[in-house]
């Protein structure tokens, strides 16, 4: 059967078995009643889109691809795999690069450059600040 009327006020706990479609809004945080507990969506059944206005909270991102105009990142920046800077790139802080690293544009690494694997430039480098036993 179907329930319906313009305001339905429910305390307790409410089960709903089978597809849930709500055609307003949210007008309240919705907030899981465990922490660290419960998914939303899942592999077969992801959500499209995720549009945020202010800051995301989030533990760990897994990413397939991802495409940024503009990125700052207070802190270490950790890279596994092959990966691909075009254009101009700062580094403040220390970055760790396990794989292989192409660099091509303008790039400045301000802190620490830790590299396992090959490195290629595509176009001029200048090391400053070298000391005693370091290979260039």
Avoid at 2 to 21: R, Y
Avoid at 34 to 63: C, H, M, Q, R
Avoid at 83 to 107: F, K
Wanted: net charge negative; proline share 2%; aromatic share 4%.
């Amino acid at each position: 059967g179907s329930i319906s009327g313009s305001d339905i006020n429910a305390s307790g706990d409410v089960n709903v078995g089978g597809d849930l479609t709500i055609q307003g809004q949210i007008s309240s945080s919705l907030i899981p009643s465990i922490n660290d507990s419960f998914d939303l969506g899942s592999p077969t059944n992801a959500w499209k889109d995720l549009y945020v206005s202010g800051t995301a909270y989030i533990e760990n991102v897994a990413l397939d691809n991802i495409s940024v105009n503009s990125i700052s990142l207070p802190g270490n920046l950790i890279v596994s795999g092959t990966t691909t800077l075009s254009g101009s790139v700062t580094i403040e802080d220390n970055a760790v690069v396990n794989g292989n690293l192409t660099v091509t544009g303008s790039s400045n690494l301000n802190g620490n450059v830790n590299v396992t694997g090959d490195t290629i430039f595509n176009g001029d480098v200048t090391i400053t600040g070298l000391t005693d036993n370091r290979v260039v």
